[in-house]
């Protein structure tokens, strides 16, 4: 009874065809009957397969074409379709062909052991974990390029990070080396800062200065300007001055020059001689004042004179008479000590000796009496000599200019007074004399000169005469001439002065900005008319201040300025030099840092990479570990099965899966024998055992293998008939135990029939 | 002391996708911490937009203007290289950006609170630093802003080239701190006694950007000192990397999940190698409706190779169960080693093969 539908559409040899297996089934055909067809279909139908994978690109495509290959196996219990088992499981595990019992194997990998890729097969999915890890431990230990190591790129970039470093050391070394040179740099942008600020401030002094000076110079100008146009006015003054007094000819004025001149001279010694003559005359009449002065004095001593000469002569009389008559007059010291005594005698009263004195006294004054007024001579009072003195000189004071006190009545000193008197007469006489004689030198001079002016006159006149002859018409007046001429040449003077003084204004100015100038200063001078004018004279003093202090700041500034172009010189240098190294610089190692750090993020990526390798090999190793353990154990049902296939008991070893050299086999007189050298049927036997053990061990954990269908292709055509039975009760016990999907093929009717005797519930299919 | 918020790279962008209200959003806590802090004054430094479309379209730039004047503060801001005012770029100089914001142009010298601010506007080459113009420091402190890549500075993220900073440049002009844009993940540098300083973007603009969001507060007193602000309410980018071929994935992405702020971008990477008929579309299609609306914005990416007939082979599928039953914890590095190495297995079977 069959337990599953196999059914097959337009696949190969078969059309709409539906074949029942069983738990077991045995196919018999002959060659080319379909087995192979059979043994594909049923592949087809349990395997889950891509088109990339062998059994479609090795089996179904070249032999059934590209079509949709519509095949499968349903359970007849609920009609579902069977699972479909991994390709490779299918491949390796589940088909067995005498002819490829181990090729199969050896196909998994030309690389790896059939053991290793056995194993692999069976707990890795057909992949050696060892060869993950050792490439993962390649990639670690040495990573290159063709091992597709991130750490080889990784280490790659590295070295290109440490040349960067090397390269950023440079950059950074040659900013060092500029630290110094931006150190003095720094240095002078300082000094050159602080000049600079006194510079500004200078410029700012300055020109606030200027700007007031322009002001103030506007101004000035202005008036400048005023001053200017004045002078126009003048200009044309003159010049229509000039236009008038024109016309003359070169030589006529050339010779009216001449004549003028002398005009001038003669003019010139005329009023010299006038001069002089004036003055002689005023000497002249100084002189006669004089001497009418001097002669009106002269008359009074005339007259002392001859009433001294008379006097004298009266005197002389007078003395011969006194003499001649004699007598004298009482001493002088009598009359004092008369009344010395007497007045000494009051004091200490009349008394004694006192009243001798006084007694003496009185006799001494009444005999100085006596005698003074001619008592007791004999002589008439008229003869008294001094009595005539008196008289003489009283009637000298009397007809004299001068009244002169007699100092005495003496003789000689009338006589001496008398002869003084006469003196000075004589020498007033002679000082006239002495004027009359300057008087008649002067009115000689006087009379000279006179004639001289008379003359020179005479001279002028002529020269009048000769230069009207030469005056041009309508000019009769020569002094207005030649005023005219001297006019002409001040005019002429004045006008170049201002013609000079106007080209220079004008040249400063500009006829532009003249005209702007007067229209701002227009406006300015209103303003200034409104000022006070202390204001205005306070602004003059400033602005000598601002001129004072203008030239010490342009001054200083000139310095400044001139410290400062050379420090900006310098400075100008090394800026240029340091910024461009300094930009260059910077701008490499921006461009540096960003390399690398694009250099470190794809590093960081590798790295990150790589540990995620790690990661896989750390959980490969584990996987490797596990599946190690599994295949240990797996050894014992190896054994097992082997024994079992061999008829006697042998122990097999495994000393490692690199090789099945590593897989020995000891029988029971204790040879050991590496499996690969055994007999290919000891051999043959060694890997069906293998095979049993393995699908045992799978079907054991996985519950849901046992759908799969193990398809057995003459798997015992090589062995005796005695392996052959054992094989079959094997293979039945392993049915039994496992309840797994048996499909047997064979072209041959005794290899059926010895299946059926050991499997009595096949299904029988004969194609 | 005066106090600056130092941030940059926002890219705004207008209409490409559900970034445009959530970049405006980001601009928003932004200016809300100015208010906060207590800050002097803003600076902004570089790509605040991301193209040229996103400034030009006028009903977005409006909204962004909005925010803006609702700064209490200054807001400096220099273009980046996302902001190149040459060419097609230069319309940003004219671009009405409020109020409060003053567009640098050219390198030039800001003074704001006693301190001197070298703003350096993104350039390709800055070759012509010393003709700037600037003059000397006066000032007790002279920090600078920039856009561009610093020389030694090393970063993990996807940065296209800009215009290389040089010491150099901020050596000439004095500057001792220099605040700079371009970078999106914060950090600090220094070279040649100039610190450098990147306050990262303020928000997750590029997939790789997983940090924690925030800017950088900047105190100038008698010294200078920087304190990185976190924004946890700006959400961060989650990546988590999945193995595809795990038909669990979906439960262990669930797990993952647990956790993440409901502003966190999340991008689900399948990696690895993935079954022919394993209809993985399907799967995402049935995971993304349960994870959007919990998250600003859930992706997924398949990075995978077909399985083949990998497991067909038994010992594949050891290896396989093996692998899974050694499934380490999300999110390490040996969890990436993990997720490849199936893939190595491939690569390593294809060379058995051969």
Known sequence: MSDFTLTISEFGKFRQQSFGLGRVTVVHGANEAGKTTLIDAIMRASTRFTKKQSLYTDVLRPRYGEGPLPVRITRNSDGGEVMQQEHDWVRDLLVVRASELDIALRNASVEVSWLEALRGRLFTGGVNPQSIIDRVDAMRAKPQAGNGSPLFESNRIDKQLREIEIKLEGVRRELAAQSGRLKKKDELSSAAGRLSEERGELDRRVLEIEQRLVLQKTLSERRLVKEARDRLGVREQLGRELALNSGLSDATSSEIRELEAGLRVAQTHLATREEDLARRRAELQELRVRIEHEESGLSPLRADRDAAIRTDAELSALVSESLARGGARAPVWMPIVGAALLFGALAVGMNGLAGVAALLGVVLLVITFVRRAGFGASQPRANDPALRIRTLVRIYNQSARQSVDCPDSSFESAQDFLRRVIEKCKAAEASIEKLRLSVESASSDAARLERELSEAEKTRADSARKLSGLLPPGIADSRIYAEALLRQAEVRQRLNRLESELASSMGHFGAGTLEALRAAVDDRMLEILRDPIEGEAASLQQLQVWERELAGLRARRQEVSLRLQESERELAVQDREIQILIEREARQQVALEREAHALRSRRDALVLQMDSYVLLREIVAEIDQDSGQKFAVLGESIEEYFNALVGEARTIRFSGLSSIEEATCTDRAGRVSAVGQLSSGTRDAFIFAARLAFLKKILTEEDTRRDAFLILDDPFVLLDPARTDRALRVLQGFQKELGMNLVYLTKSSEARDAFAAVFDDAVRIEL | ?354
């Open chain 2, 1 to 354: 002391m005066a106090r600056f918020l130092h941030t940059g790279d926002l890219h705004l962008k207008a209409a490409r996708n559900d970034d445009s209200d959530y970049s405006l959003e980001c601009l928003e806590a932004i200016v809300g911490q100015a208010s906060r802090l207590a800050v002097d004054a803003l600076l902004f430094c570089g790509d605040v937009f991301d193209r040229e479309e996103d400034y030009a379209d006028s009903g977005f730039l409006s909204r962004a203007v909005a925010i803006l004047d609702r700064c209490p503060v200054p807001i400096y801001y220099i273009p980046g290289n996302h902001e190149d005012l040459t060419g097609r770029f230069a319309r940003l100089k004219n671009a009405e950006l409020g109020s409060r914001v003053r567009l640098v142009t050219n390198p030039s010298l800001i003074v704001h609170s006693e301190v001197e601010i070298l703003a350096v506007p993104h350039a390709p080459s800055y070759e012509s630093f010393a003709a700037w113009g600037i003059g000397a420091r006066s000032a007790r402190h002279r920090i600078a802003i920039a856009h561009g890549e610093i020389p030694g500075y090393q970063f993990e993220g996807d940065e296209e080239h800009a215009g290389v900073l040089n010491p150099a440049i901020f050596l000439h002009h004095g500057v001792s701190h220099v605040f700079l844009g371009h970078i999106h993940v914060a950090g600090s540098l220094e070279l040649s006694g100039v610190h450098f300083h990147y306050s990262g973007s303020p928000r997750p603009v590029r997939s790789k950007e997983t940090e924690v969001r925030g800017f950088n507060l900047v105190e100038v007193g008698e010294s200078i000192r920087i304190t990185r602000v976190e924004l946890p309410e700006i959400g961060v980018m989650r990546r988590l990397n999945v193995a595809a071929i795990d038909p669990s994935w979906p439960a262990e992405l669930e797990a993952q999940i647990q956790g993440f702020g409901p502003k966190d971008r999340i991008k689900v990477i399948l990696e690895g190698l993935v079954a022919e008929d394993m209809n993985l579309d399907a799967m995402i299609q049935s995971v993304l409706p349960k994870l959007e609306g919990r998250f600003r914005r859930v992706e997924f990416e398949k990075r995978v190779e077909p399985l083949e007939d990998l497991l067909q082979n038994p010992f594949y599928r050891r290896i396989y169960d093996a692998w899974l039953a050694r499934r380490p914890q999300a999110g390490g590095r040996e969890h990436e080693v993990w997720i490849r190495m199936l893939n190595q297995l491939k690569t390593l079977k294809k060379e058995l093969r051969k």
